[in-house]
């Protein structure tokens, strides 16, 4: 499947009179049967550090422009990959000034879709989805993914916007649980719409990775004083202290985790009281985010990126899946 995006490349390929010469875009399978391999443009929209980024990247598709509103995410995109990084309010962009691409992927914040949101009483969760329903419907682009919280499910505005676009066949999967590659109990739902109907692969149960094997062998936590009092019972809440002697995972990365480390901890033998917070390195592991990974800002601003990410492997599964859905 060939969008317009492509057409012009297209073009110049069959002009070239020796296929050697095409670097990149040709690979050749087989030595006597070349095999053109269209790169499959990408834009992602609230793009945050870029975590969904690394997995579709993994995934086999081109990344070409990244849209998100803070510059420390920014700063962590441009550190960490080549494409394009704009920085701006999706709500203020024109969908004409922006490269055309066969893939849309929208991972808007949710916090007014989970639990949490209801407790402040902002589950509203009627505003930025629209901007990336405008884009959808104005670009028309072959394929638009959106990964968000099962809770948004509760939202008919939002699910109809996101699931009845005209002349798409979209492919709701939920929940899509981390679980099955990372020790992190993460449950998401993801909404795929394509120009053709397509068997979509459901994501497969693989030996996740293991609490016991994302552990740094020294670390080095920083360790407010709450840390303490809430493990000697002076809050409410006690803390969840995850065993990977027991074979715990550790529950789902958030992005306050930054404003108080003592909410989830790791048990650990060699630290007073027997557990400890979470380094960031850790944490990142958790989410799948490879150790090359550099995050700008300070400790708490990459926690907040790693709770506010998409776990990797999730990407990557929806890059495969559309990589195959190209061939
Ligand atoms: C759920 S996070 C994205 C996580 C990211 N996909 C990842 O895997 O690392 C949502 C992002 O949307 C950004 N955002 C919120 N409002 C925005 C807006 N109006 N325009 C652009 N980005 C926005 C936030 O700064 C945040 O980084």
């Known amino acids: 499947m060939i969008c317009n995006a492509t057409k012009p490349l297209l073009r110049k390929i069959s002009y070239l009179p020796n296929t050697q010469c095409l670097g990149s875009i040709v690979g050749f399978l087989e030595v006597r049967k070349p095999v053109l391999m269209i ?80 407790i402040h009483r ?88 293991t609490l016991a094997e994302i552990l740094e062998p020294d670390p080095a936590p920083h360790i407010p004083d709450y840390v303490g009092r809430r493990l000697a019972g002076k809050y409410r809440d006690r803390p969840i ?11 789902t990365c958030v992005a306050h985790y930054a404003k108080d480390l003592s909410t989830r901890l790791v048990a650990d033998r060699r630290f007073p009281r027997g557990a400890r917070p979470y380094t960031v390195r850790e944490y990142a592991r958790l989410q799948g985010v490879p150790d090359s990974f550099e995050f700008s800002g300070s400790s708490n601003d990459a926690y907040r990126m790693i709770g506010n990410g998409v776990s990797v492997p999730v990407g990557k599964w929806i890059g495969a899946e559309i990589t195959r859905y190209f061939r």
């Open 39 to 118: 790169p499959i443009l990408t834009n992602t929209y609230f793009s945050g550090a870029g975590l969904m980024d690394i997995g579709l990247q993994a995934g086999g598709l081109t990344l070409q422009q990244s849209f998100e509103i803070e510059a420390i995410c920014c700063d962590s995109l441009r550190r960490n990959f080549s494409h394009e990084v704009v920085q701006c309010d999706i709500t203020k962009k024109l969908v004409s000034s922006e490269k055309e691409c066969q893939v849309m992927v929208a991972t808007y914040p949710c916090t007014k879709y989970s639990p949490i949101g209801d």
């Open 122 to 209: 902002v589950r509203t969760g009627d505003d930025l989805f629209l901007h990336f329903f405008r884009h959808v419907a104005i670009r028309r682009p072959e394929l638009y993914v959106v990964e968000n919280v099962p809770g948004m499910k509760k939202f008919p505005v939002v699910m109809e916007a996101m699931t009845k676009l005209p002349d798409y066949y979209v492919h709701v999967a939920c929940p899509v649980k981390s679980s099955i590659w990372l020790p992190q109990k993460r449950d998401r739902l993801i909404i795929i719409g394509s120009r053709r109907n397509f068997a979509w692969r459901e994501p497969k149960s693989e030996k996740p990775v």
């Open 241 to 251: 202290i995850s065993d990977p002697q027991r074979g715990d995972i550790a529950p």
